[in-house]
């Protein structure tokens, strides 16, 4: 009786006392957007495409400065959490460094011919992102879109591409190349999504139906 | 530690080729993985178990409202962010931050009602008539004059472990919803929500079979009698002090620049 009277009073001890003196949020860890880009056709220019980058949490903007050499590295600490202020943006925005990385990092082809690109000017780079104008050498159609961005940061960052006409798709490291129609031929992503949501929700209400039938008639006999 | 690295293979699984089985035990290891890492009102569940005197059945509802709060929150937050433009109306880090004073609140409510039922009742000993039939059918070693009226403060502990979904989950959703695998998004989406669910519940009868010990051995013991009076107040103590700790860590985040 002693030991589990022991582990009981331990149980109850640690349960109660790690309530009172840790009070720590849900998630530690910052939840921020993901990296997105948004890809469109001019719309004066037919051989000018424009592919706007917006970065995922406050905090990637810092590494990414830090990795750029334009913040100091004393911004990362050890255990990994960033120490991002809110002029941080504003610093990496300003710099060419930043420029050259992003036209590096996010590259245009219209059918193997390489597109020349140039950032727009930049405005509030956290919150509305960059946008780069790439000039082809003719007018484009189709353009093969290379988005390579954080990924030299961490592998696992992912970015969520939308084109035109409600096109979509995902960058990440092994896949980081996709050709988009310029002349918007909507891929209907939204219909197919509401279809398959509907069928898991429909699947687990089923089910959720038949467990209630079959603990009732077990209750009842 | 690797759970980072399996919620970044999580990422990964949605891409393999139709609705592959292995998929689904990364899934649920994941969220396994992700209930036991810090927050997520574990030590909420158990104090509120140990302190209200549960049985198995309401860790089992608990750990099932988190897992429910959390597939939906993460469907919600997911589609509205893909197909509404979420982004353009709020970031995701001001997002998940109210997200996370509401949870503060409903915890805070949770700790503040037990405590009046505590100062209010005195012991526990009142019996309430408000669910008809569960409670005939169950028997908890003779105790049953403690289940009492434990499924609502249950419920907000388990909404409010929820609420704020997981990065992992949500990328896998976002991911799935870009590249038109929405179903199978959503299901490795919900057994994560499961994998949570289970780590939650195992932790929920932990806190259940100590608590039974204690009262059973404390006819006995001076002390143990003395530990089943003051466990409540401490738990309810402790919910109090821990949403009203999630309200300002949250606040202040939100005052912070960002």
Same mark, same amino acid.
């Given at each position: 009786m002693s030991t589990r009277t022991l582990v009981a009073l331990a149980v109850i001890g640690v349960a109660a006392g790690t309530a009172v003196f840790t009070p720590r949020p849900a998630a530690a860890h910052p939840f921020g957007d993901p990296q997105t880009v948004v890809i469109t056709p001019d719309e004066q220019r037919s051989d000018v495409v424009h592919v706007k980058w917006r970065v995922g949490g406050p905090d990637d903007l810092t590494v990414l400065g830090v990795s750029l050499g #334009? #913040?100091?590295?004393?911004?990362?600490r050890a255990d990994g959490t960033v120490d991002y202020r809110y002029n941080d943006p504003g610093v990496v925005g300003a710099s060419p460094a930043f420029a050259g990385y992003l036209l590096d990092r996010i590259t245009v082809t219209d059918g193997g011919r390489p597109c020349t690109g140039a950032v727009e000017p930049i405005a509030a780079l956290a919150l509305k992102g960059a946008t780069a104008g790439f000039t082809c050498p003719g007018p484009v159609t189709s353009a093969t879109v290379a988005v390579r961005t954080l990924t030299d940061l961490h592998p696992a960052y992912r970015t969520m591409a939308t084109g035109p006409g409600g096109q979509r798709a995902v960058y990440e490291g092994a896949n980081d190349t996709h050709t988009w129609s310029l002349t918007g031929a909507g891929a209907g992503l939204g219909r197919s999504a509401l279809v398959q949501i509907g069928a898991v929700l429909g699947g687990v209400l089923v089910l959720a139906g038949l467990v209630a039938v079959v603990v009732k008639r077990r209750v009842a006999a | 530690m690797n759970l980072g690295s399996l919620s970044e293979r999580l990422q990964d699984l949605i891409h393999a080729p139709g609705v592959a089985p292995l998929a689904f035990v990364f899934a649920f290891l994941a969220g396994a993985g992700h209930a036991l890492a810090p927050g997520h009102g574990k030590t909420l569940a158990a104090a509120y178990l140990a302190g209200s005197r549960g049985r198995i059945r309401d860790a089992a509802w608990l750990g099932g409202s988190v897992a429910a709060m959390h597939t939906v929150s993460v469907l919600v937050i997911g589609v509205a962010w893909t197909f509404f433009s979420l982004s353009e109306l709020i970031r995701m880090e001001q997002l998940t931050t109210w997200l996370q004073i509401a949870a503060g609140l409903l915890v805070l409510g949770t700790g503040l009602w037990m405590l009046r039922r505590h100062v209010k009742g005195g012991h526990a000993h009142s019996h309430d008539h408000d669910h008809g039939h569960d409670h005939d059918h169950d028997h908890g070693h003779g105790h049953h004059h403690h289940g009492d009226g434990k499924r609502p403060g249950l419920f907000l502990l388990g909404i409010s472990g929820g609420l704020t979904p997981s990065p992992a989950a949500f990328l896998v959703l976002a991911t799935g919803l870009f590249l038109g695998r929405a179903g199978f998004a959503l299901l490795l989406v919900l057994t994560f929500g499961i994998g949570m669910a289970v780590v939650l519940f195992g932790i929920g009868v932990l806190a259940v079979a100590g608590s039974v010990l204690v009262t059973r051995n404390a006819r006995t013991h001076a002390m143990l009698r003395l530990a089943t009076r003051v466990t409540p107040m401490l738990a309810a103590g402790g919910i109090t002090a821990f949403g009203a700790g999630m309200i300002a860590v949250a606040a202040v985040h939100l005052a912070a620049p960002a």
């Open positions: #334009l #913040l100091p590295a004393d911004r990362v | -």
